[in-house]
T-cell receptor, first 111, second 115 residues
Framework: QKEVEQNSGPLSVPEGAIASLNCTYS??????FFWYRQYSGKSPELIMS????GDKEDGRFTAQLNKASQYVSLLIRDSQPSDSATYLC???????????FGGGTRLMVKP | SAVISQKPSRDICQRGTSLTIQCQVD?????MFWYRQQPGQSLTLIAT?????????ESGFVIDKFPISRPNLTFSTLTVSNMSPEDSSIYLC????????????FGPGTRLTVL
């Protein structure tokens, strides 16, 4: 049974700080990893994809992948109140296109 | 990314009835999926909607309860049959295909309440 684990939070950070969201996964065959942002009452929105070990940056977002340690993280620099949402980590294994989601981390950015 | 729409956006239904949810994409896509998100929970894959063949269901989900159609590469339906209050959830379709990582993108969801 593949598992993706996230701290449910809430993670509270002040405006302008760096928010660090973490995710661990059990399937060593996992190939691709995704971070989705979900505002309350809305559907998940893809914000980052990462495939290779190391860092991938896109604007204020940096995804980090460490396959040896089986964790993936998302850093949000200069956090804004509009970043307050639930962040879902998902992985896709080597077989098929099925995504397995973590439980999500609720982020609160306080002005 | 593709533009995905779902109908209805929300519904309130009586126990024992069925509801069909539609998912329409503005371009042809290879893969379409149906997920459920129960209140306060994360997403769980119900099935992969296959064009021209039966859907592939995940453990815990069966065709009699969640029949799925995929008549072409832009459209799919999910029916929630013989509903009970435990079926109250958000139902989401997603599509994949074309990106470097075959990313999945979600429709706006259908919020279902069963009384």
């Amino acid at each position: 049974q593949k598992e993706v684990e996230q701290n449910s939070g809430p993670l509270s950070v002040p405006e302008g700080a760096i928010a660090s969201l973490n995710c661990t996964y059990s399937d060593r065959g996992s190939q691709s990893f995704f971070w989705y942002r979900q505002y309350s009452g809305k559907s998940p929105e893809l914000i980052m994809s990462i495939y290779s070990n190391g860092d991938k940056e896109d604007g204020r977002f940096t995804a980090q992948l460490n396959k040896a340690s089986q964790y993936v993280s998302l850093l949000i620099r200069d956090s804004q109140p509009s970043d307050s949402a639930t962040y879902l980590c998902a992985e896709r294994g080597s077989a098929g296109n099925m995504l397995t989601f973590g439980g999500g981390t609720r982020l609160m950015v306080k002005p | 990314s593709a533009v995905i729409s779902q109908k209805p956006s929300r519904d309130i239904c009586q126990r024992g009835t069925s509801l069909t949810i539609q998912c329409q994409v503005d371009s042809q896509v290879t893969m379409m999926f149906w997920y459920r998100q129960q209140p306060g929970q994360s997403l769980t894959l119900i099935a992969t909607a296959n064009q021209g063949s039966e859907a592939t269901y995940e453990s815990g989900f069966v065709i009699d309860k969640f029949p799925i159609s995929r008549p072409n590469l832009t459209f799919s339906t999910l029916t929630v049959s013989n509903m009970s209050p435990e079926d109250s959830s958000i139902y989401l379709c997603s599509v994949a295909g074309g990106g470097s990582y075959n990313e999945q993108f979600f429709g706006p969801g259908t919020r279902l309440t069963v009384l």
